[in-house]
């Protein structure tokens, strides 16, 4: 099993040089990770809001 793994076909293509990145691809990956927080809340905000007015009726 370990020989059939380490013979893969992955190891030829290599990885890419993260020096290669330019800023705006870096923002363009990791910048909707700021963002997760906000969605979250947001999210529970309206579930909270739309339960809440189903309740009263």
């Known amino acids: 099993m370990?020989?059939?793994?380490?013979?893969?076909?992955?190891?030829?293509y290599g990885t890419v040089?993260?020096?290669?990145?330019?800023?705006?691809v870096r923002a363009a990956?990791?910048?909707w990770l700021s963002e997760l927080p906000?969605?979250?809340f947001g999210i529970i905000t309206i579930?909270?809001?739309?339960?809440s007015l189903i309740a009263l009726a």
């Open 29 to 31: 990956r990791y910048g």
């Open 47 to 51: 579930v909270y809001i739309v339960t």
């Open 38 to 40: 906000g969605l979250a």
């Open 17 to 24: 040089a993260r020096e290669d990145w330019t800023e705006a």
């Open 2 to 12: 370990d020989a059939a793994i380490g013979r893969s076909g992955l190891r030829k």
